[in-house]
């Protein structure tokens, strides 16, 4: 990659991967043991409920889906844009994103569907606001894309090639981070239950927050 990215590129993947591995877990913990970052599985669950009958699970199996499409939908009206730049709206975004993870918590509690749609559109909202950077690809719900760029850079390495070192970096740690985003998700739903999103939705409160304050000593700065 020849372009260095900028220390709020870094510090934003970080975080909302990690975020996004704390929903993802209390996702799968809860009652429906669903993903909700991520939506591959659950479309072949989709196909496996379609297959065998199961109206039950297609309904909350399709709302999970159309959730997450809401989410990106809600990002591309308020970013406007494929490529991550200061001046954007993610400022708003973040808070978007973390009032569904607070209104969650109580649909959650009450064994609701509509606790698992409202994260999967926060996840939809939040992946869809992060794509790509002077040509890295910042996804920071799923990880598919990140094993695979990890993986093309070790072929590349083995074949002698240049090692894109930014590139791989970025996706080492997106992957770390959403694997510590579990990691204490799960911890702390073994503790709090359903208020374990409290933690993600301060921390994307918190980003939002810091993004705004970045946004506006950058302004002044120049």
Do not use: K
């Not at 993903?35 to 072949?44: L, N, P, R």
């Not at 894109?164 to 702390?188: P, Y």
Request: aromatic residues 10%.
């Amino acid at each position: 990659m020849g372009i260095r990215l900028p220390t709020w590129v870094w510090i934003g993947a970080v975080a909302l991967s990690c975020v996004a591995g704390m929903v993802n877990v209390v996702g799968f913990l809860g009652f429906e043991h669903q993903a909700v970052s991520h939506m591959t599985g659950s479309t072949s669950q989709l196909g496996m409920a379609l297959a065998q009958g199961d109206w039950r699970a297609v309904g909350h199996l399709w709302g999970l889906l159309i959730a997450f499409s809401l989410g990106a939908m809600l990002s591309g009206l308020l970013i406007q844009d494929s490529t991550l730049q200061l001046g954007r709206r993610y400022g708003v975004a973040l808070a978007l994103e973390s009032a569904l993870l607070l209104v969650a918590i109580p649909l959650f509690e009450q064994h609701q569907i509509w606790g698992a749609l409202a994260a999967a559109m926060a996840c939809g909202l939040q992946n869809a606001m992060a794509t790509t950077f002077s040509g890295a690809v910042v996804r920071t719900t799923h990880l598919s894309g990140m094993f695979t760029d990890l993986g093309i850079g070790l072929g590349h390495l083995l074949r002698g090639l240049p090692l894109q070192v930014r590139r791989l970096t970025l996706s080492g740690l997106i992957i770390s981070s959403f694997l510590a985003g579990g990691i204490i998700g799960a911890w702390l739903f073994m503790r709090w239950q359903y208020d374990a999103l409290l933690a993600p939705a301060l921390l994307t409160g918190l980003t939002g927050l810091g993004y705004v304050l970045y946004q506006q000593w950058a302004r002044w700065r120049h």
